[in-house]
Each structure stands twice: as C-alpha cells, then as structure tokens.
C-alpha cells in the first residue's frame, strides 16, 4: 500500500487568529523522502523533500500567528532552484491580514509582440512607412512589493530586449559612408531587410486586481540600448540565399515605453509605445514606436 503524506495545515486556534482554510489549503504527496514538521505557540512550519514522480520535489509551508498573520508557501522542483529572497514580510498574506510582503525573484519570462513605427514625415525614408517586426523581451529578475497586503502590488523588473523594423519590397537597408541610415536596391531577389535594436531594460511597474486571475497593469520601461545592426536576406541569380550583417550602432543610448495591458493569471497581454525617437539624430528618421504582444 502506498505511503501518502496528507497535510492539511488547519491551526483551530493559534493565538485566537487562526485563519479559516479551504480545500485549497490541503496538499498530497505520495511517498515522500523526507516531511518535517516544526511547531511553536506562535507558527508551525511543514516541509515535504521528495514525492513518487519527482525525486527533487520539494514543498514548505509555514503560518505565523497574531493580528498580522502571514502564510508562506514554496513549491519547486529541487530546493537548489528557488532564487527567491524575501524583502520583508513574507510570500503570501492570510486573507484579511494587512501586512506588507514582497520578494525578488531570478523569474525567466519571455514575451513575444509586434513592432512597428509610427509616422515618417521624411519621404527619404518611405521605405519604413509599412515597416514592422518582432518586438521580442526575455525577463530575469522581477521584485514583488505588496505595501497593502492581498493581490494588488508594485513590481520591479529587469530584462532584455530585441526589437525589429522589417522592410519588404524592392529596398533594403544600408549603412552609408557618413554612417546614416540608407536604403538601396537588392542585388538580387528580395526577402526582406531589418533594422534591428537591442537593449537592457528596467521597468516597475502597478498591478491593481480586479476578479479572480484578472488585473490591469501599467509599466513604464527604460531602455539602455546598447546595440543596433541591419540584417538583411535575399536569392541571388543561382536561387540561393544570401545573409547579410550590418552593424549599424547610431541608436540612442537611453529611450523610454509606456506600457500597460491586461493580466489574466500568469499572462499578460499588452501595449507599448516610445514616443521617442530610437535613433541619434541626424542618422536616422524621426519616430515614434508601438509594440503589442503577450508576456508568458
């Protein structure tokens, strides 16, 4: 018969606070390698090491008591994993408590999107009037504050980001000799030019929670651009593809987005907008940007 470890983490009265739990609040684990459990007048602490599909499986949950009672709850892969750090407080409030909590997180999140320019007064680069490409962002550590407790939060991150601006049609980009932004016709059959600008970015952000899994957020985004080359891909007279890689680097160093968008669980669908220029000037028309795209 299978060993199973059932928690169900209910403290009748701990200090007169002790929240009122659902079944959402009990957990089963079969065959667990290792469960611990620490007790006090004021907490009780429940960890779980390993379960019978995953060796690395690892689970911890505590509840502290009072009038600010919190409950802290992990649940990851291996205990080698988690690069969460409270800033103080802890991970998750017990419902109707008030207590500040937060924490910063190593978070992977990759979000795909659509980038375009707005409008180009500068007939010299017509070309760029229909232009549009992948806005591509890959987060990597995101910071969670919550000043008021329960779901609403302020929220730092900080990432990277690769953002395009494909031509197609009979020009392609070009680096000319005073280092300004050009076009000129393909030697051969075109594909498709783009405009390519990198950058690190940090952003923070407010989240407001409305029902359920579903919020609204807004987030303005600073841009350090460190980056920018042209890349461009056509069929020569023999039908084969050609590449070509151009570094450009006349974008500006720092620019900045208005973003904001919806929240529904962990996805966030979104829209952004520069209303800078992203190119030094004189080098490159004036414009702005928009992207819009999801967050996983």
């Known amino acids: 018969m299978k060993k199973h470890a059932l928690i169900l983490f209910t403290l009748a009265a701990l200090c007169g606070t002790a929240p009122v739990l659902s079944a959402q609040d009990t957990l089963t684990v079969n065959n667990p390698s290792k469960v611990t459990v620490i007790s006090s007048p004021k907490s009780q602490q429940v960890e779980i090491v390993g379960s019978e599909e995953d060796a690395n499986y690892y689970y911890s949950t505590s509840l502290e008591a009072g009038p600010n009672a919190v409950l802290r709850t992990h649940e990851r892969l291996s205990q080698g994993l988690d690069f969460s750090v409270p800033l103080f ?27 375009f320019p707005g409008s180009i007064e500068d007939d010299a680069y017509s070309p760029m009037r229909q232009a549009w490409g992948l806005d591509f962002t890959l987060g990597i550590i995101h910071a969670d504050f919550h000043p008021w407790g329960g779901k609403s939060n302020l929220y730092l991150n900080f990432g990277l980001e690769d953002k395009s601006f494909k031509i197609r049609g009979d020009k392609m980009y070009v680096k000319q000799d005073d280092g300004t932004l050009g076009f000129r016709d393909f030697p051969g059959t075109p594909k498709w030019s783009a405009l390519r600008i990198f950058s690190w970015n940090l952003s923070a952000g407010y989240y407001q929670h409305i029902w359920k899994d579903f919020g609204l957020f ?13 890349k461009t891909k056509w069929y020569d007279a023999n039908d084969r593809k050609v590449k070509e890689k151009v570094k450009f680097g006349k974008q500006k160093l720092v620019t900045y987005e208005l973003m904001g968008g919806i929240k529904i669980g962990s996805v966030k669908a979104y829209v952004k907008y520069n209303p800078g220029n992203l190119l030094e000037k004189g080098f490159g028309p004036d414009f702005a940007t928009w992207s819009v795209g999801i967050i996983l």
């Open 218 to 230: 807004v987030e303005p985004v600073l841009n350090f651009n460190t980056g920018s080359r042209i």
């Open 89 to 115: 407080g802890d991970d998750k409030p017990v419902p109707g408590s008030r207590k500040p909590y937060g924490s910063v997180d190593l978070a992977i999140s990759t979000g795909f999107g659509v980038s």
